[in-house]
């Protein structure tokens, strides 16, 4: 399985910024395909094989926003990642346009999908086993679907080719199909997929076609039919939410713009489909759960860390499979645990201080209800997964020099003790070169064990998708479903909680209030999605988006925290504005790509850009 540069899958952006401006191709530049080659290719089984191959792990998981979804977290509440993410701050600054879209995206995308579409017009030459020929048949569907959700998700309806594989010679025509009928292009595909292939790769089974699998961890990262029905119901979560549900009435949209960014009415039953699919996922035949099989009393939540620091797990539905490597250490870990300190080896994210303050309490409580929470001591006692995701602070982090734990400090001093300096204060401290522009690091997906300056590395995989995404998206469906939540939509919840290491409580409902309201359970269910899934791909962007939380979460200032070191070696701290926001309603839905529309005068623009 190939391994690809994790800083390149993740924080596509950097290099976005200095390129999407210039780019002079589009998805409707046309290429003579060789015959020669494709007679060669489809008569060779493993050419065929790596044919397809070639549509996993081909240009877009090595730069552009990418087969694997890309972070969006500085186009969120969530972290700062400076002037290095270009497109994500035209995002947030309103100065979104159609010049500066993200046309690569759509190069790669549609090229994959020719690719695709050649191997479906060839594969039946192929000299391969009817059980291999269905199989690399379902992961072709799933990756149509796949590239076409990329677009989706930011875009709305779009150009569907269906299976075309048009003629150097032709003049493409393709104007946007509505919302709607991507939806269902889409999902169309995913039956396709989930009827052809094995339902995981961790058990032995038989093909809803009819062919007969083995248990093959070397077969880890391909599409599943688990992988297929939770793209699907990921899929239909997101168009039964309020943006997309209805909610695309944007200030000047037209009933034609509307019906290509979203469905023009409400309907209920959407939520039901979505949760319909989720539960499909959720039966024991797939073998998904949430990781919780060990206790670290000295370590509430273990488990959550331990996601992340394994190849293969029973939470993981899709992933990028990798070997042993410290990548995401050298994503976050701050300067004084790297072995040199450049503009190209230095943290790339730094999480806001409204990322911190979301993590409640130990007793599952917000930091602003709980009598237990300190604001002079803000960092102790907290929900568990603070810990494993936020390095603040006087947090301990291993230091691969001697191999001991020292805290990690960002205070802000005129001078610094000996023990300070050896643990990095300097280095790590807010405002020193390449250091923290918020006052906190990230600590998402990092081993504990493992640091950027020593010697081990982690074994992982990057979670595409993972089974607490949809207990989640569950537990938010059924709750727009009822008149008001029921024990099992407390349930849900309750073992994500459970599984963090948050208290139960003399009640056991783990810092949840009882007999909530639509309304409030709403808000919980928003706020356990922001910090489950905190920095991890798009969800918090996508989130905000489709609940149409623009307003509330991207405008005015985001902030970090000064601590300053007093003369008499304590500490005070002072909120600091780090980046201004101004929300667009228009970047609810990014603008086609000039080039494009150029290409194809018929394509409608999404409303509010030129």
């Known amino acids: 399985m190939k391994t690809i540069n994790i800083l390149r899958y993740l924080f596509c952006f950097i290099i976005l910024a200095g390129t999407i401006s210039s780019c002079e191709g589009g998805f409707l530049d046309q290429k003579v395909q060789d015959k020669d080659n494709l007679e060669t290719t489809f008569s060779d089984s493993l050419k065929t094989c790596n044919f397809v191959n070639a549509i996993y792990y081909g240009d877009e998981r090595n730069g552009n926003i990418g087969l694997m979804g890309g972070n969006m977290a500085p186009a969120s509440d969530e972290a700062d990642g400076g002037t290095r993410f270009g497109w994500c701050l035209q995002l947030t600054n309103g100065a979104a346009s159609s010049v500066g879209a993200a046309n690569t995206e759509w190069v790669s995308v549609y090229q994959k999908l020719r690719r695709a579409n050649i191997f479906l017009q060839n594969i039946e030459r192929t000299p391969i086993s009817a059980a291999l020929k269905m199989r690399l ?33 032709e003049k493409i025509e393709e104007p946007r199909a509505t919302f709607a009928s991507t939806v269902d292009y889409m999902i169309s595909e995913l039956h396709e997929a989930a009827r052809l292939l094995p339902v995981d790769y961790r058990v032995t089974g038989t093909t809803d076609a009819g062919y007969t699998y083995i248990a093959d961890p070397g077969q880890l990262g391909r599409a599943t039919k688990g992988a297929a029905l939770a793209l699907k119901a990921r899929i239909l979560l ?67 860390h331990e996601i992340f620091t394994s190849r293969w797990n029973e939470e993981y539905i899709w992933t990028l499979p990798q070997a042993g490597n410290k990548e995401m250490e050298g994503i976050f870990d701050p300067p004084s645990r790297r072995s040199e300190i450049t503009s190209t080896n230095s943290p790339l994210l730094f999480p806001f201080q409204e990322l911190a303050d979301a993590f409640g309490t130990e007793n599952g409580k917000a930091v602003g209800e709980d009598p237990l929470y300190n604001p002079d001591k803000p960092y102790e006692k907290r929900d568990p997964r603070f810990y494993y995701t ?43 070169n390449y250091a923290t522009t918020t006052g906190y690091y990230g600590m998402k997906m990092c081993n504990y064990e493992v640091v950027s300056n020593g010697s081990l590395v982690s074994s992982r995989s990057y979670p595409l998708m993972r089974y607490a995404e949809f207990v989640l998206g569950a537990a938010e469906a059924l709750n727009e479903i009822l008149p008001a939540p029921d024990e099992e939509v407390y349930g849900w919840l309750i073992s994500i909680r459970r599984r963090a290491g948050i208290k139960s409580g003399t009640d056991g409902l783990y810092g949840l209030k009882a007999n909530m309201t639509q309304d409030e359970m709403r808000e919980a269910i928003y706020q356990e999605r922001r910090v489950e899934l905190a920095l991890e791909g798009n969800h918090r962007y996508n989130d905000i988006r489709r609940w ?21 070696g304590t500490f005070t ?13 228009r970047t609810y839905v990014w603008p086609i790509p000039r080039v494009e529309i150029v290409k194809m005068p018929q394509m409608i623009q999404n409303p509010g850009y030129n």
């Not at 048949?137 to 048009?166: I, M, N, S, T």
């Not at 020292?406 to 610094?416: A, E, L, M, W």
């Not at 149409?548 to 008499?568: A, P």
């Open 238 to 304: 997101m168009a039964a939410s309020k943006l997309y549900n209805g909610g695309g009435n944007i200030a000047g949209a037209t009933a034609e713009q509307i019906a290509l960014i979203s469905y023009p009415e409400y309907k209920k039953e959407r939520w039901e489909d979505a949760l319909a699919a989720i539960r499909e996922i959720m039966k024991p035949e797939y073998g998904y759960a949430l990781v919780d099989g060990k206790t670290n009393l000295e370590y509430p939540g273990w488990s959550f």
């Open 390 to 432: 936020i390095l603040y602070n006087g947090a301990m982090r291993k230091d691969g020099k001697d191999n001991k734990f020292k805290p990690v400090y960002t205070f802000v001093s005129d001078s610094y003790t000996t023990d300070e300096e050896n643990a990095g204060a300097k280095r790590d401290a807010l405002y020193a």
């Open 548 to 568: 149409k939380e623009g307003t509330k979460y991207l405008s005015g200032f985001k902030h970090g925290i000064e601590w300053r070191k007093k003369t008499d």
């Open 137 to 169: 048949k379902g992961e072709v569907h799933f990756l149509r679907a796949w590239c076409y959700y990329r677009l989706w998700q930011f875009w709305g309806g779009l150009p569907l080719v269906y299976d075309k594989v048009y003629r150097v010679d």
């Open 573 to 585: 701290s002072y909120s600091i504005e780090v980046r201004r926001y101004t929300f667009d309603e």
